[in-house]
């Protein structure tokens, strides 16, 4: 499964046998051609699964790939033909347009009776993932750049569930020509072109519960910390968890972030009322109940929220919360007072119970050994019985660039700005525009205007070429307004180096978690973070007076003589940027 | 009028008979089901455009409806005989059943060269036709479609006669009908598509890597086209295919050993099936006698032409390296040459069941037309696979247990079927 520079190889897959119900093949294909990057890492968990000691090591805990079946990326390309979808590769069509055409196409008739033969086995919710052969190609991260569609999939009748099926699939198929995509090719050089899609159409790894299916637990697991805090280094890893499903993570909304090599350890809140405000409120399930609106061209179609209190009753809580004690003003493991229960799964990490973090870290020490390169899991569990689904894993890049940057450079007097958090490495010295919300108009309920200002001004700077330094308050690209800026990628594409930092109301979580985030990383783009009360400060009237080439309501774009000269040292975490690259660079 | 030479319902009764004894079928349910259950015969009376009146004769033939209400075709022909028509109806009757659609088997015809006539007197042939039968067909008893020298007009025709008569709307008495008149997506697609389900799901069978073979076809009309499209896309690589040159009354193959490209190929063909000889060549097809097609060294023979093309003499001429003969046209090997094919160990898909295809979505369209509510074309054709795969797999599967051909298995599974569900009614 493996090739000698450590990247995946392409498998050969059994092809879907209807009815077969074989347990021994638990991944299948339908049409041929790339199985796609996503499914490439899936098949390498499969074989890593039959052949290391990791399911004798944990019996009680089971550890699955969920049974899936691929459609190759040759069905993708018969019907972009077929239905004359070609049209859409470089057109600038909205999102809506291009999805609601491909909900009126056709697929192609060699995969449709095995798609009715496959719901007709399955009655559990699915989910139709993307995996693009670009994943595949290269060690970019396109996640969350592509769309997962979830349906419920159990209603009696096989044809309406055949419907449904033929729409996640239309839909994610879409998704490839949607505009936070195609941005995001421009970004890293890739003709639309070059793209193809395979497809990945999954059991939801969860439970029923009432109206909603979701997993106890969803996470993301990482093996090599770009942000370590306190005692935690970077070779020790970060890991991610929600409840419900995953998409709390990948759209970096509240989850619990923290080092495996000390679980104990809470993240960086300064007190336990930071701790309450901030912590998971809400969580993501699949929809089993009456469908809320027939809108196929919507992601998040069966979908829904729910709290903690629906949680609760749903028995789910039990591994993962505390209960604040007001009088003590702490918090106490498990459920067993009543109070306000906190989402800081302290049953699972601390009483260990279930051996997860034992478990996470053993799995992304031997993915990390044979892939040679650090590496992104993505999982779900549930706890009644124990198991563990694996749903993805990816190389991650780690810049080795070496770049110094002492404390003492940080108090240069000709700084805009520094930091003790930056992430990313090298030196920046290319940067002549930067673009900045106006501190004063920054309003927390209009983050979703700002989000769309920010998309028209990207789009002019990238259609000029040229990079740019952002600087927002909040939690860059959750989906979440109340946190930040609400942006998808393609709205930031050009930006190089990016500063979040801080305002009263805020919280101050990071956005690292994220996948936003990670891609960001991923792609060298240079993260700089200024807490509220850090040591250094942003010189914003050295800003104000720069030369403004646009202002809109909520944003200034302005345009320096000369470039700005960044440092960022990935390894001490300390990132500098001065004012002028000619004078002090 | 009846050809003394060719009895075709004497064949039907034969390979009837042959099914009977393998399945030791009792004398009473061969009696029941060696001859049709009702035949209509009649006149129809036209007033020609010239102002004479001209008597047509017509048939309507119900072979049995054990298993649901009649399924068959009309046709015209100048050649039309009550014999052949009632060979047809039986054949439907074991089409419908080897599939698994809740249909029995018929046919009609009317005795006349729809040439020879004007758009207007086919009307009121068509009319003619149903006023003669109004009370013994329907959408609960026996549904029509087109077949030989009809189309998707004079069923309009036909349907709208039985609704004047009846004084209601009944969009399911007849199948075939346009699309947006109550006919059915995919249903173009649905007789060489099925086709080649089959001819995949036997390769599968088989351990053939269906991306490895070549394929030859006789026949360049709508089956042929259709199979041709998905053998493509499933990744087979057509070499050969023959076409009818109308000017000079005779068949050509066109071969291009690497495999041609469908598209390419329906550039230069006209709406009869008929290729553009000089164009093909231009193309880098090299031009080959009528039966060329029969002889390529391919691994699928795929006949979807006429009846009678494979025989006692041309079936030696068919190559070692053919492993599977998948019948588009109805009867396409004459019995002689059937022989031949079995004792050689080729796969053969028997016509009845690798073309059924058309039946199967043609019920997909009464299912429709009675609910008067339409599909996806993509949910058509996913049933279509479906049924088509399930039906394969019951007569291949059958025929390794027993031992049998598959002509033979596929015969087998029909007539139980319809003997069945007579005993289950008491007829027998």
């Not at chain 1, 259609?463 to 930040?484: A, N, Q, V």
């Not at chain 1, 942003?538 to 800003?543: M, Q």
């Amino acid at each position: 499964m493996k090739t000698q520079s450590g990247s995946l190889a392409s498998p050969k897959l059994i092809p879907y046998v209807r009815n077969a119900n074989d347990p021994d093949h638990n991944i299948q294909i339908i049409g041929s051609g790339s199985i796609g990057g996503k499914a490439q890492g899936l098949v390498f968990l499969q074989d890593l699964l039959s052949s290391s000691d990791l399911i004798q090591k944990y019996p009680q805990t089971k550890v699955i790939v969920p049974d899936m079946v691929v459609i190759g990326t040759e069905v993708f390309d018969s019907f972009l033909e077929k239905n004359n979808l070609v049209r859409f590769t470089d057109s600038d069509h909205t999102d809506d347009q291009i999805a609601h055409a491909f909900q009126q196409a056709d697929l192609p008739f060699f995969v449709l009776g095995d798609l009715r033969s496959l719901v007709e086995e399955i009655q559990n919710p699915i989910a139709v993932r993307s995996s693009s052969l670009l994943e595949d190609a290269t060690y970019e991260p396109f996640a969350g750049i592509y769309s997962t569609k979830m349906i419920p999939n159990e209603q009696f009748d096989p044809d309406f569930r055949f419907r449904k099926l033929s729409e996640a699939i239309k839909f994610v198929y879409a998704s490839t020509f949607f505009k936070a995509a195609k941005s995001y090719r421009n970004a890293t050089g890739h003709d639309h072109r070059e793209e193809k899609m395979a497809l990945i159409i999954q059991r939801v790894h969860g439970a029923r519960h009432h109206v909603r299916f979701y997993p106890d637990l969803s996470g993301v697991a990482r093996s090599y910390n770009f942000y370590p805090v306190g005692k935690a280094k970077p070779e020790d890893g970060v890991v991610s968890l929600a409840l419900g499903l995953g998409k709390t993570i990948v759209d970096g909304g509240r989850s619990w972030t923290y080092s495996p090599a000390h679980p104990r350890i809470a993240p960086p809140y300064g007190s336990i009322n930071e701790l309450l405000k901030n912590s998971q409120r809400e969580f993501w399930a699949v929809n089993m109940g009456a469908p809320l609106i027939y809108d196929p061209i919507r992601e998040t179609e069966y979908l829904i929220k729910g709290d903690l209190p629906t949680a609760e009753k749903d028995g789910t809580l039990k591994e993962l919360c505390s209960t604040y004690d007001s009088q003590g003003d702490r918090l106490q493991i498990g459920m067993g007072n009543p109070g306000p229960r906190v989402l800081n799964f302290a049953p699972l990490l601390q009483l260990k119970r279930i051996p997860l973090n034992k478990l996470i870290q053993e799995l992304i020490r031997i993915c990390e050994e044979q892939l040679e390169n650090p590496v992104e899991i993505e999982f779900a569990m549930t706890f009644s019985p124990p198991s563990l689904g694996l749903l993805q894993v990816r190389s991650m890049v780690v810049s080795s660039d070496e770049v110094e940057v002492s404390e003492q450079d940080l108090g240069d007097p000709n700084a805009l700005a520094a930091s003790e958090k930056a992430l990313g490495n090298g030196l920046v010295e290319n940067i002549k525009d930067i673009v900045y919300v106006i501190p004063e108009n920054f309003e927390l309920e209009k983050t979703r205007e700002m989000a769309e200002e920010l998309d028209q001004i990207n789009g002019e700077l990238v259609r000029k070429g040229s990079p740019y330094l952002l600087i927002i308050f909040g939690r860059l690209g959750s989906s979440d307004p109340w946190l930040g800026i609400p942006v998808n990628w393609g709205q930031i594409s050009g930006s190089r180096v990016i500063i979040e930092t801080y305002q009263e109301g805020l919280s101050a979580d990071m956005s690292q978690g994220s996948h936003f985030f990670h891609n960001l990383t991923s792609l060298g783009v240079s993260y700089i973070s200024l807490p509220r009360a850090g040591k250094y400060q942003l010189d914003w009237s050295w800003l104000s007076e720069q030369k403004e080439i646009q202002k809109t309501k909520y944003l200034r774009h302005i345009e320096l003589k000369s470039p700005l000269g960044i440092k960022i040292d990935g390894k001490a975490g300390r990132a500098i940027i001065l004012k002028s690259r000619g004078k002090n660079g | 009028m009846e050809d003394t030479s060719y009895n075709p319902f004497m064949m039907a009764q034969k390979q009837f008979d042959n099914a009977a004894e393998l399945l030791e079928l009792d004398p009473a349910t061969r009696d029941l089901l060696r001859v049709p259950l009702r035949e209509y015969q009649f006149s129809i009376p036209v007033r020609m455009d010239d102002g004479q009146v001209k008597v047509f004769r017509g048939f309507r033939v119900q072979h049995n409806d054990a298993r649901g209400p009649g399924k068959g075709g009309i046709r015209f022909h100048p050649q039309e005989t009550i014999n052949t028509v009632r060979a047809l109806s039986m054949w439907m009757t074991w089409k419908c059943a080897v599939v698994d659609i809740p249909l029995g088997g018929a046919k009609g015809g009317i005795i006349c060269d729809p040439h020879n006539l004007s758009l207007l007197e086919q009307e009121k042939l068509c009319r003619g036709w149903i006023r003669q039968l109004a009370k013994n067909v329907g959408p609960l008893s026996d549904v029509p479609a087109p077949d030989v020298m009809t189309n998707s007009q004079h069923m309009l025709w036909m349907l709208d006669e039985y609704e004047t008569i009846h004084g209601a709307k009944y969009p399911g008495f007849i199948t075939g009908k346009p699309v947006g008149m109550g006919g059915s997506l995919g249903r173009t697609e649905a007789t060489g598509y099925g086709v080649m389900i089959t001819v995949r799901e036997a390769m599968k069978e088989l351990g053939i890597d269906l991306q490895k073979t070549t394929a030859s076809f006789q026949g360049f009309g709508n089956v042929s086209q259709y199979a041709i499209e998905l053998y493509q896309q499933m990744g087979g690589t057509p070499v050969c295919v023959s076409c009818w040159i109308q000017k000079e009354q005779k068949a050509y193959s066109f071969f291009k050993k690497d495999g041609f490209n469908l598209k390419q190929l329906l550039a230069i063909t006209d709406h009869f099936g008929e290729i553009d000889k000089t164009k093909a060549q231009d193309l880098g097809f090299e031009l080959l006698p009528g039966d060329g097609w029969l002889e390529q060294d391919v691994d699928l023979l795929v006949p979807a032409a006429l009846e009678n093309q494979i025989t006692g003499e041309s079936v030696n001429k068919i190559s070692q390296q053919v492993k599977i003969i998948a019948e588009g046209a109805n009867g396409p090997t004459t019995p002689e040459a059937d022989l031949v094919i079995k004792k050689r160990g080729i796969h053969v898909i028997p016509d009845f069941l690798a073309n059924a295809g058309g039946v199967t979505c043609s019920y997909f369209e009464q299912v429709q037309s009675n609910q008067n509510y339409y599909w996806a074309k993509e949910e058509t054709l996913g049933k279509l696979d479906q049924k088509m795969t399930n039906a394969y797999l019951d007569v291949s599967k059958f025929a390794t247990k027993n031992k049998l051909y598959m002509r033979d298995a596929a015969y087998m599974i029909s007539v139980d079927r319809v003997a069945k569900a007579c005993k289950a009614r008491g007829w027998v």
